[in-house]
C-alpha cells in the first residue's frame, strides 16, 4: 500500500464546514435549542454540558471518519454497511436511517414553520397564521419550481445566518458575562428544573445528534480529502471545537437570562434586546436571514423527501406524471407540518426534538463505540486491513 499525504488544513476544514454548518442552522439561530438542552439542567449545562457533548463529538467523529478513510463508502447507508456486515443489522439500520430522515423532515419543518410565524409577528406584526400560510406557499412553490435556485443560494443563507450568529455573540457577550457567572456560582441544580442526574446528563449530551447532522453530506464529501489518521483527528478535532465553544458561547449569553428566558420563544431575540445596543436594525437583519435560513433549509426538507417518494408512488400511481406525483408529496408534508407546528416551537423543541435526540443517539450513534473499533480489529485479523489500518489492495 503506497503512503498516502496529508490533506492541506483548507481541504480539512472545508469538511469541518459542512459539519459545523448542519448544525448551527434555524434551532441553533433562534435559541430555542441551546435553552432546551443546556439551560435548564442549572449551572452545569453554562461550560461542562457542551464541553462533555464536543467531547463525545470528536469521538464519533473519529470512529465514522476512519470508516470514510479506510473504506471510501459512497454513502451514508454503505457507511453503516461497511461497520455492520451482518445483514440483519444491514437491513435494521437501513430501515432505520429512512424513518429517522421522515421523522427529522416533520419535526424540523414544523419547527421551522412555527418559529417564522413568531419571528414575522414579533417583528412585522402579521399574524402568526398568514405569517405560516405565506411561509408554507413560499416553500410549496419554491421546492416544486425553484429548487435550483435555492440550492445555489443555500450556501450563501447559510453563511450569512453564521454571521448574523456571530454578531449577536460580539454585541451581546460582553453584557452578558457577569450575570452568567451570577448563574454558574448560584450551583443552580438541575433538580430545580425537574430532572434527575441520568436524565440531566442523557438529555444534554444527545444533542450531540445535532453536532453529527452534517455527516451523511460529508460521506462522499470526505473522499480524496480525508486520507490519513492525521486528517481524522484534525477533522475530529476542529468540528468538536467548532460546535463545543460555539455553543458555549450562546450558553453563556441566555444563561444571563435565567430562569425568565426559559419562557422566551426566541431566546436570540431577548438577548439583542435586553443585551445589546444594536437597536432595530439588527433585530431586523436577524430575522430576515433567519427567515431566508429556514425558508432555504425547508426547501431542501421538501427536495429530499420528494425525490425518496415519488418513484415509490408512482408504481401505485401509474397514471400520474412526475410533477404531480411530487406536489402532492409536498402539500401531504407541508400540511403534515403546519399541523405539528401548531404545538408551539416550544413544545416542537422540547418535545419533539428531545424524543428524537433519545431514540437516534443510543440507536445510530452510541454502539459505534464498539462496532467500529470491532470492525477494525476483525478486518485486520482477517487480512483486510494492513498494520497501518489500510486497505490491501485487491479487498
Known amino acids: 500500500m503506497k503512503n498516502k499525504k496529508t490533506s492541506g488544513f483548507a481541504a480539512i476544514f472545508s469538511i469541518c464546514a459542512v459539519m459545523y454548518s448542519a448544525y448551527v442552522g434555524p434551532g441553533f439561530a433562534s435559541g430555542t435549542q441551546t435553552v432546551s438542552y443546556f439551560l435548564n439542567k442549572g449551572w452545569i449545562g453554562v461550560f461542562i454540558g457542551p464541553l462533555v457533548a464536543g467531547l463525545l463529538c470528536f469521538i464519533f467523529n473519529l470512529l465514522l471518519f476512519e470508516i470514510n478513510r479506510i473504506y471510501k463508502p459512497d454513502t451514508y447507508r454503505q457507511a453503516y454497511d461497511t461497520i455492520y456486515r451482518n445483514k440483519a443489522l444491514q437491513t435494521f439500520f437501513g430501515t432505520f436511517k429512512e424513518i429517522q430522515v421522515i421523522v427529522v423532515v416533520l419535526i424540523a419543518l414544523s419547527a421551522q414553520i412555527s418559529t417564522t410565524a413568531i419571528l414575522l409577528n414579533t417583528m412585522f406584526g402579521i399574524p402568526e397564521l398568514i405569517g405560516t400560510l405565506l411561509f408554507c406557499a413560499a416553500v410549496l412553490l419554491l421546492s416544486l419550481w425553484g429548487a435550483d435556485l435555492l440550492r445555489k443560494t443555500g450556501t450563501v443563507l447559510g453563511l450569512a445566518i453564521l ?35 441520568p436524565n440531566a446528563w442523557f438529555s444534554m449530551l444527545m444533542i450531540v445528534v445535532f453536532f453529527m447532522n452534517g455527516y451523511e453530506a460529508c460521506v462522499p464529501a470526505s473522499k480524496g480529502i480525508i486520507n490519513t489518521r492525521k486528517d481524522v483527528f484534525v477533522e475530529s478535532l476542529v468540528t468538536a471545537l467548532l460546535c463545543a465553544v460555539s455553543t458555549m458561547v450562546f450558553t453563556v449569553i441566555f444563561a444571563a437570562g435565567m430562569p425568565e428566558i426559559l419562557k422566551e420563544q426566541i431566546p436570540t431575540l431577548w438577548a439583542i434586546d435586553n443585551l445589546s ?31 425518496r417518494f415519488e418513484p ?20 401531504v408534508f407541508i400540511l403534515l407540518c403546519t399541523f405539528g407546528s401548531r404545538f408551539g416551537l416550544l413544545n416542537i423543541i422540547k418535545y419533539g426534538y428531545g424524543m428524537f435526540t433519545t431514540i437516534v443517539g443510543p440507536v445510530m450513534l452510541v454502539p459505534l463505540i464498539i462496532s467500529v473499533p470491532y470492525r477494525l480489529y476483525k478486518d485486520r485479523k482477517d487480512g483486510i486491513l494492513d498494520e497501518n489500518y489500510n486497505l490491501i489492495e485487491g479487498e
Do not use: D
Open 163 to 197: 454571521v448574523i450568529c456571530g454578531y449577536v455573540a460580539v454585541i451581546c457577550l460582553g453584557a452578558a458575562w457577569k450575570p452568567a457567572m451570577e448563574f454558574v456560582a448560584s450551583r443552580v441544580s438541575y433538580k430545580e428544573f425537574g430532572f434527575s442526574g
Open 277 to 307: 445596543n444594536a437597536g432595530m436594525i439588527s433585530r431586523v437583519l436577524y430575522a430576515v436571514f433567519a427567515i431566508a435560513a429556514m425558508l432555504s433549509s425547508s426547501v431542501a426538507f421538501i427536495f429530499t423527501v420528494c425525490n
Open 312 to 331: 415509490m408512488i408512482q408504481k401505485v400511481w401509474k397514471s400520474s406524471n412526475g410533477f404531480t406525483r411530487k406536489l402532492a408529496i409536498a402539500i
